[in-house]
């Protein structure tokens, strides 16, 4: 069940949450985005593929499995829990994916379960929604009082709105009441991986940003409830460290749990036998209160990974590109806009499944041939945007010679066969070829198509004033 736990801290922290923006929300009111985390959390506790919560406001929130749901799922949960508060009572659809919703007079909520799910599982989940919307109604009823709970005290974790910054503010927290350096491991809900996304001071911070291995003590303890010993950082990680001298390489990776699903561990280093009971209670006790928001905010981090992120190749997208330009008093810098020459003629020859593996194929040409400063990102179809940041032009050059060529002389295999591949290049400078960044995206493309029509399989150089007459795109 999502159950006491779950739905009290969700709801007990909807009802009581404030912003920094004026005016303040009385007491009880539930925001927006309040709904979203809500119905986030209760779909990822019942393990649902989707759902939907539906308030007599007209505010409405949705959550989807973050592999990915067909909008038509979404559409169901959401009409089903429109069904539920207008009619005043439980429905269930038991169909290929059973939908069970549930509602007051002020909120409805939904949830789509996986095919086939046995009744128990229905009536379980049905029980949970219950709770739910009695506990939104309450916390929506104008004047209502929030009730004393978890978050109360811990003030700390609520100012931070990244996953980042909560998981930080907890490990401090948490090193500070035991008196030991703490490391945050947190499952990706999207690739599945345990990251360490968190440190204290005083721990190793090589350790940022390293996963840890399964049949590790700490990807053991992510997938239980019982805090488990580990007498080494191989251990521990899974993975071994060179230089043991610095920081402690012993500890104890207690879960963390949101609800009653596990999904990470925080790693209290030091000796597991001299870690006083005490000390133990209250690291358990701060893990149950912070998982619920750190569960929350993980979300809203894959969210906007996903928002920046292009799905075929795992590049960033346009928009992630946007967001990596912009960077102020940046001195130098250059933009290589790449296009796959004849893409077109090899979807027709091959297929659009061969054009996918293509795709994937050259971004990860451009993630072994770039440096690790610079970034590859896909904005759309066969074209591609290199950002090399501080990188006078004549280094840009360089790079996107080796690029063509690294291009060039790794053909793509697809099923026996090996296809040939080559590509355009345009190049623009700040400050050799532009006076701004903004600029350099029009420069380079105009280059770009200056390479196509040149030949192709080649690098061209942009030139002051050319954006403004680029012409037609050349396919």
């Known amino acids: 069940m999502v159950g006491l736990v779950t739905v009290a801290a969700a709801v007990g922290f909807v009802a009581g949450r ?9 007491p009880g009111t539930v925001l ?47 009409a089903l829990a429109r069904l539920a508060r207008s009619d005043g009572r439980p429905q269930t659809l038991q169909d290929a ?32 929604l219950e709770q739910l919307v009695a506990g939104l109604a309450r916390a929506r009823t104008p004047g209502a009082t929030r ?14 709105e990244s ?50 291995l399964p049949g590790s003590t700490v990807a053991r303890a992510s997938e239980g409830d019982t805090p488990i010993a580990g007498l080494s950082l191989e251990e521990l990680f899974g993975h071994p460290r060179a230089d043991r001298r610095r920081g402690a390489t012993e500890g104890i990776a207690f879960p963390v749990t949101d609800g009653r699903l596990p999904f990470g561990a925080a790693v209290v280093f030091g000796p597991p036998a001299t870690l006083r009971s005490d000390a133990r209670s209250e690291v358990q006790r701060l893990l149950l209160r912070a998982a619920p928001r750190l569960a929350h905010l993980q979300a809203v981090q894959v969210r906007e990974q996903r928002a920046h992120t ?7 997208n346009r928009r992630g590109l946007v967001r990596a330009m912009a960077t102020p008093e940046i001195r130098c810098a250059a933009l290589l806009m790449l296009d796959l020459d004849h893409f077109k003629q090899l979807n027709d020859t091959h297929g659009h499944v061969a054009g996918d593996a293509a795709l994937r194929h050259v971004a990860g040409v ?31 050059i360089e790079v996107a010679e080796r690029v063509r060529a690294a291009v060039a002389g790794t053909p793509c295999r697809w099923r026996g066969v090996d296809l040939a591949l080559t590509c355009s290049i345009g190049v623009a400078g700040m400050p050799a070829t532009v006076s701004a960044i903004g600029l350099l995206y029009m420069t380079a493309d105009a280059a770009l198509y200056r390479a196509k ?4 399989n080649r690098v061209e150089v942009g030139r002051r004033g050319e954006a403004a007459d680029s012409g037609m795109p050349v396919t």
Request: charged content about 30%; hydrophobic content about 40%.
């Open 163 to 212: 996953l980042d910054g909560a998981g930080t503010a907890l490990c401090e927290e948490l090193r500070r009441k035991s008196e030991r350096a703490v490391v945050l491991v947190l499952r990706d809900d999207l690739g599945g991986a345990l990251r360490v996304v968190a440190l204290s001071g005083g721990a190793d911070r090589r350790l940022a940003g390293t996963s840890a």
């Open 310 to 316: 292009d799905e075929l190749t795992g590049l960033p």
């Open 18 to 26: 404030r912003r920094d923006t004026s005016p303040a929300p009385r």
């Open 453 to 456: 029509r040149a030949g192709r």
């Open 366 to 396: 451009l993630a072994r041939s770039l440096r690790e400063q610079d970034l590859a990102t896909r904005i759309g179809g066969e074209e591609f945007a290199l950002w090399l940041p501080e990188t006078p032009l004549d280094s840009a």
């Open 97 to 128: 994916t059973p939908i069970v919703a549930v509602a007051t007079d002020e909120v409805a909520a939904a949830l789509v379960l996986e095919p086939e799910s046995p009744p128990h599982v229905l009536d379980r989940v049905r029980t949970d």
């Open 32 to 78: 927006p985005g309040d709904l979203e985390y809500v119905i986030d959390l209760a779909r990822r506790a019942n393990r649902a593929l989707a759902g939907a919560i539906v308030a007599a406001d007209g505010s409405e929130a949705t959550s989807a499995h973050p592999r990915g749901v067909p909008p038509s799922v979404v559409d169901r949960a959401l």
């Open 147 to 160: 009730a004393s709970g978890p978050w109360d005290e811990d003030a700390w974790l609520l100012v931070h």
